[in-house]
């Protein structure tokens, strides 16, 4: 507060109260002194009014004109007096003296007037007086008779002049006593401000640094006391000042020593960074070396085991190959843990974020663990609700990791019951999208004290359990960083002996619109029976077909349906899907789906497990025309109920020209490997796909060979003697030609992240992890160079699997036939008639098909080519045309895996296989035929019949 502030607010303190106070006493007074003026001025003007009404009693009386004119002009000499005017008896105006009266006529008669009235306007007061006979006067008679009336006038304007100046007095003596109270006041305010300006001038200087200043004790009363209070402040605030000043100076003396100390500590700091770094690239390095002399030898004894489980072995040998295969592939699990473990704890994992789908990455990883939940009968289920975007970007690599881990381990300790996956949104803010997954089982569960050292490293729930299902401990503490490297986090919730439920979540974007799978419509509308005796799965089923607009109802066994058609119940199916909780025994599934499909004319899908390798041949055997083996995928599901359901149109006037180009040459590969029995497995694997091989065991090798012979392909390992791959693949980059630039796949154990990073600077164009896989080798060749190889394991299967590679057809052909009348009495059930009119109906629509499949490839229609080319596909499957079946595969495969460069070659194929079976029907007779392949078939039977044990 500065000091004119404090004056004001003194002043104000002391003349405000002044200033009421004034204020009403001048009102007061004022008010007091008009009142009294008025009183007078009206007390004089009455006085005067009776006055005159007496006075002029005797004139009136005696008619005296003159006297009275004479009286009433000397009355207007009276004081403010204005006019007078005589009224006689009968109340006419008599005479007149001075200007009209001011203001209206009086509101009365005259003649009622006995007294005295008072008649007041703005400016003037008039009184009426009553004139009495002298007598009545002197006699005093009550209510005597006037006989005459006087009006008397009296002007205001002299009495309010007087109520000014009153006012005006008044006003200036109030303004003379709060002038002099001011004064005062001003004198008596300075006496308290000059005190305080010396008390802020004195804390001003202390602020800005001078200590020494005090003030002047001056005053008296509290002032002295602030004053005091003020010095003895500043001389607190001085001494603490010096204290300080020693302390900061001792504390600068001390953090120089303390500096000093640091700087050599970080001296010494930096060169324990440096060995920590020299001994971390060693540390790195012994990975790098551990990880390629570990995995090569174990990539060549599973290599080497697969093949050997191929040839003609007896059921013990047959058993001690799978106990390699099993063995290796744990020992190659334990080190990918331990190499993961190592990567994620040198910093050195990173995430490869891409479009994938979610769905798929859970199906492919619930297909991948079938096997280990068949062995056990146990119900696994996703339910991947609708809500949940498919398309994300995330890692689909690590994903699958984390998934196989959690569901592994949930059907590692489940012995009885089921494991469900389920898929949900937790949050969705603009394009982020956070999903959670969760894996319940039914397993053995988990104690509070066993939870709680669940995610540490190299540790299990306890020991016994670590015995009897081993594992290294690592897979939780590999799951827990990879969930958290994708901004997620992962837990549990398990009882003991009630089982458990796995969850993590991921923060992930949502792929752009044009990359999502498009909304499927085909089956809104449609009734789906669903059989199927467990929960979980009908559930998941219900779930499915609901998402697609279908609707649902459940039973739980064949005959239930049977007896729902044949009673007529609604809701009436459109199609059934039967799935199979055990394997189908002798002819009961065929008696059902005949019932169901033949008689009831209700379409059905069989779904079995797929862990029976036989399974497919035996439900082609019970009668059979669509099934799926499980787990089903939610894409398979769809298109084999959509193809069930969606009828096709035949168009008999196109054309059968088709003019195509001759068939590719094989292709010719390089295999690079400094170790013969990597080699060996390599070049082994590529020939039994038909593939020409050309061996090298070293970079020089390969180099020279290049130089002399283009190849389609070059599979290159990486560490070898003399010259590695990298260097060799440097000096082919230099010597080929742009135009031929060869593709160069390497091929290492290596397990570091930048590792392929210094393969592709190389000149490499893709990276294949040893142990070899062969999925990952038909994919690596398809990808390269556009021929799609059939591998050895596939050449008996019935259907083709969706993400299998095509047929290469050349070498298969020669062997078979174009009609085999036997293999379609085998697929009838040995049924002579049913087995004729199914070949009879492909024979007769044979020329149409052929036609359609020419014209739309001619309009380039390749989604329609691809349903005609799979349903004809289908029909070949029961009618026995192995050649023309397989040339059907392999073009539908192509047309699937978007392999435009070989579909002239396989339609060219098609189109002479199609004609080979015209030529055939025309030059043989079909019932002659059927029935030498009926004796053959009956034949085959008895032969069979007799090799069966007795029981």
């Given at each position: 507060m500065n000091a004119m502030g404090l004056q004001n607010r003194l002043l104000y303190i002391s003349l405000i109260p002044a200033l009421f106070l004034g204020l009403l006493a001048l009102g007061w007074f004022t008010l007091t002194d008009i009142q009294h003026q008025q009183q007078a001025f009206m007390e004089r003007s009455e006085a005067v009014a009776n006055r005159l009404a007496d006075t002029l009693s005797l004139p009136v009386a005696q008619t005296d004109t003159p006297l009275l004119d004479a009286l009433i002009r000397r009355a207007l000499n009276e004081q403010d007096a204005r006019s007078i005017r005589l009224y006689n008896a009968s109340t006419s105006e008599w005479l007149v003296s001075g200007p009209n009266p001011m203001g209206p006529a009086y509101p009365f008669a005259i003649g009622d007037t006995r007294a005295t009235r008072l008649y007041i306007s703005h400016a003037s007061y008039r009184f009426l007086a009553p004139i009495l006979a002298p007598q009545d006067i002197e006699l005093r008679t009550a209510n005597p008779q006037p006989i005459a009336w006087v009006e008397s006038e009296f002007d205001y304007a002299n009495t309010r002049v007087g109520h000014y100046q009153s006012i005006l007095l008044n006003l200036t003596l109030l303004l003379a006593t709060l002038f002099i109270i001011a004064g005062i006041a001003f004198y008596l305010n300075r006496a308290i401000i000059r005190p305080v300006h010396h008390m802020i001038r004195t804390v001003i200087e202390i602020r800005e640094g001078n200590l020494e200043s005090r003030v002047p004790t001056h005053s008296k009363g509290e002032l002295r006391e602030l004053e005091v209070g003020i010095n003895a402040m500043a001389e607190t605030i001085k001494d603490a000042y010096n204290e300080m000043q020693n302390s900061v100076e001792q504390a600068t003396l001390d953090l120089r020593e303390t500096l000093e100390t640091i700087e050599i500590q970080n001296i010494e700091l930096d060169m324990a960074r440096r060995d920590a770094q020299r001994a971390n690239q060693v540390k790195t390095e012994f990975l790098a070396n551990m990880s390629h002399e570990i995995r090569t030898p174990l990539n060549g004894i599973l290599g080497f085991a697969r093949l050997l489980g191929r040839?003609?072995?007896?059921?013990?040998?047959?058993?001690?190959?799978?106990?390699?295969?099993?063995?290796?592939?744990?020992?190659?699990?334990?080190?990918?843990?331990?190499?993961?473990?190592?990567?994620?704890?040198?910093?050195?994992?990173?995430?490869?974020?891409?479009?994938?789908?979610?769905?798929?990455?859970?199906?492919?990883?619930?297909?991948?663990?079938?096997?280990?939940?068949?062995?056990?009968?146990?119900?696994?289920?996703?339910?991947?609700?609708?809500?949940?975007?498919?398309?994300?970007?995330?890692?689909?690599?690590?994903?699958?990791?984390?998934?196989?881990?959690?569901?592994?381990?949930?059907?590692?300790?489940?012995?009885?019951?089921?494991?469900?996956?389920?898929?949900?949104?937790?949050?969705?803010?603009?394009?982020?999208?956070?999903?959670?997954?969760?894996?319940?089982?039914?397993?053995?569960?988990?104690?509070?004290?066993?939870?709680?050292?669940?995610?540490?490293?190299?540790?299990?729930?306890?020991?016994?359990?670590?015995?009897?299902?081993?594992?290294?401990?690592?897979?939780?503490?590999?799951?827990?960083?990879?969930?958290?490297q994708m901004g997620g986090d992962i837990g549990l919730e398990s009882q003991k002996d009630k089982g458990s439920t796995f969850w993590f979540n991921i923060r992930a974007d949502i792929a752009p619109a044009v990359q999502q799978p498009p909304k499927l419509t085909a089956l809104v509308g449609l009734t789906v029976a669903v059989v199927e005796q467990r929960e979980m799965s009908r559930l998941a089923f219900r779930h499915q077909f609901e998402g697609w607009g279908a609707m649902t109802f459940e039973l739980n066994t064949p005959a239930e349906l049977i007896a729902h058609l044949e009673q007529n119940l609604s809701p009436r199916p459109n199609i059934a899907v039967?799935?199979?909780?055990?394997?189908?025994?002798?002819?009961?599934?065929?008696?059902?789906?005949?019932?169901?499909?033949?008689?009831?004319?209700?379409?059905?899908?069989?779904?079995?497990?797929?862990?029976?390798?036989?399974?497919?041949?035996?439900?082609?055997?019970?009668?059979?025309?669509?099934?799926?083996?499980?787990?089903?995928?939610?894409?398979?599901?769809?298109?084999?109920?959509?193809?069930?359901?969606?009828?096709?149109?035949?168009?008999?006037?196109?054309?059968?020209?088709?003019?195509?180009?001759?068939?590719?040459?094989?292709?010719?590969?390089?295999?690079?490997?400094?170790?013969?029995?990597?080699?060996?497995?390599?070049?082994?694997?590529?020939?039994?796909?038909?593939?020409?091989?050309?061996?090298?065991?070293?970079?020089?090798?390969?180099?020279?060979?290049?130089?002399?012979?283009?190849?389609?392909?070059?599979?290159?390992?990486?560490?070898?003697?003399?010259?590695?791959?990298?260097?060799?693949?440097?000096?082919?980059?230099?010597?080929?030609?742009?135009?031929?630039?060869?593709?160069?796949?390497?091929?290492?154990?290596?397990?570091?992240?930048?590792?392929?990073?210094?393969?592709?600077?190389?000149?490499?164009?893709?990276?294949?992890?040893?142990?070899?896989?062969?999925?990952?080798?038909?994919?690596?060749?398809?990808?390269?160079?556009?021929?799609?190889?059939?591998?050895?394991?596939?050449?008996?299967?019935?259907?083709?699997?969706?993400?299998?590679?095509?047929?290469?057809?050349?070498?298969?052909?020669?062997?078979?036939?174009?009609?085999?009348?036997?293999?379609?009495?085998?697929?009838?059930?040995?049924?002579?008639?049913?087995?004729?009119?199914?070949?009879?109906?492909?024979?007769?629509?044979?020329?149409?098909?052929?036609?359609?499949?020419?014209?739309?490839?001619?309009?380039?229609?390749?989604?329609?080519?691809?349903?005609?080319?799979?349903?004809?596909?289908?029909?070949?499957?029961?009618?026995?045309?192995?050649?023309?079946?397989?040339?059907?595969?392999?073009?539908?495969?192509?047309?699937?895996?978007?392999?435009?460069?070989?579909?002239?070659?396989?339609?060219?194929?098609?189109?002479?296989?199609?004609?080979?079976?015209?030529?055939?029907?025309?030059?043989?007779?079909?019932?002659?035929?059927?029935?030498?392949?009926?004796?053959?078939?009956?034949?085959?039977?008895?032969?069979?019949?007799?090799?069966?044990?007795?029981?």
């Open positions: 040839s003609n072995l007896t059921k013990k040998q047959a058993d001690q190959v799978d106990t390699i295969m099993s063995s290796s592939q744990v020992l190659l699990t334990i080190i990918n843990d331990v190499l993961d473990f190592c990567k994620i704890e040198a910093g050195k994992l990173t995430l490869d974020n891409r479009s994938s789908n979610l769905r798929v990455a859970i199906e492919e990883v619930l297909a991948m663990l079938n096997p280990a939940s068949a062995a056990k009968n146990l119900e696994v289920v996703s339910l991947f609700y609708n809500d949940v975007p498919e398309q994300l970007i995330f890692d689909p690599l690590r994903l699958k990791q984390v998934l196989t881990n959690l569901i592994s381990n949930a059907i590692k300790f489940t012995n009885d019951g089921s494991v469900v996956v389920r898929t949900m949104i937790e949050q969705h803010q603009g394009h982020k999208v956070t999903v959670r997954v969760s894996v319940t089982d039914t397993g053995i569960g988990l104690t509070k004290i066993q939870q709680k050292t669940l995610f540490q490293a190299f540790s299990q729930a306890d020991s016994s359990t670590a015995r009897e299902f081993g594992g290294t401990g690592l897979g939780l503490v590999i799951s827990k960083r990879l969930v958290e039967i799935a199979l909780a055990q394997q189908p025994t002798d002819d009961e599934l065929c008696r059902a789906l005949f019932k169901i499909e033949r008689d009831l004319a209700c379409p059905a899908l069989v779904i079995a497990d797929g862990s029976d390798d036989d399974i497919s041949a035996r439900l082609v055997e019970q009668g059979s025309q669509f099934y799926l083996t499980s787990p089903v995928r939610n894409s398979d599901l769809y298109q084999t109920v959509k193809q069930m359901i969606t009828p096709y149109i035949d168009n008999p006037n196109a054309k059968t020209e088709l003019q195509l180009r001759d068939l590719k040459s094989t292709i010719k590969v390089l295999a690079v490997d400094d170790n013969a029995a990597n080699l060996k497995l390599i070049v082994t694997l590529l020939e039994d796909m038909g593939v020409a091989v050309d061996a090298a065991a070293g970079g020089e090798e390969a180099l020279n060979k290049a130089r002399v012979q283009a190849y389609d392909l070059i599979f290159m390992d990486i560490q070898m003697p003399t010259m590695d791959g990298l260097s060799a693949t440097r000096q082919i980059r230099k010597i080929e030609l742009k135009p031929q630039r060869v593709p160069i796949v390497a091929l290492t154990a290596h397990a570091l992240a930048d590792e392929r990073e210094a393969m592709l600077l190389a000149g490499m164009d893709d990276y294949l992890a040893k142990p070899i896989d062969e999925d990952q080798l038909h994919k690596t060749l398809s990808k390269w160079t556009g021929v799609t190889l059939l591998a050895p394991q596939d050449q008996t299967e019935p259907f083709e699997q969706e993400d299998q590679p095509a047929v290469r057809l050349e070498p298969m052909l020669v062997a078979e036939q174009p009609v085999d009348l036997v293999s379609g009495l085998q697929k009838a059930n040995g049924k002579l008639g049913l087995a004729k009119d199914m070949f009879a109906m492909l024979a007769d629509s044979l020329s149409n098909d052929q036609a359609q499949i020419n014209l739309l490839y001619r309009q380039d229609n390749l989604t329609a080519l691809l349903e005609r080319i799979h349903r004809l596909h289908g029909a070949t499957l029961y009618c026995g045309l192995p050649r023309l079946q397989m040339t059907l595969k392999h073009a539908e495969q192509l047309l699937k895996q978007d392999h435009r460069s070989g579909l002239d070659d396989a339609l060219l194929m098609l189109n002479q296989e199609i004609e080979s079976v015209a030529r055939w029907v025309g030059e043989n007779d079909v019932d002659r035929g059927f029935e030498r392949a009926l004796k053959v078939y009956a034949h085959r039977l008895n032969a069979s019949a007799k090799t069966m044990p007795t029981l």
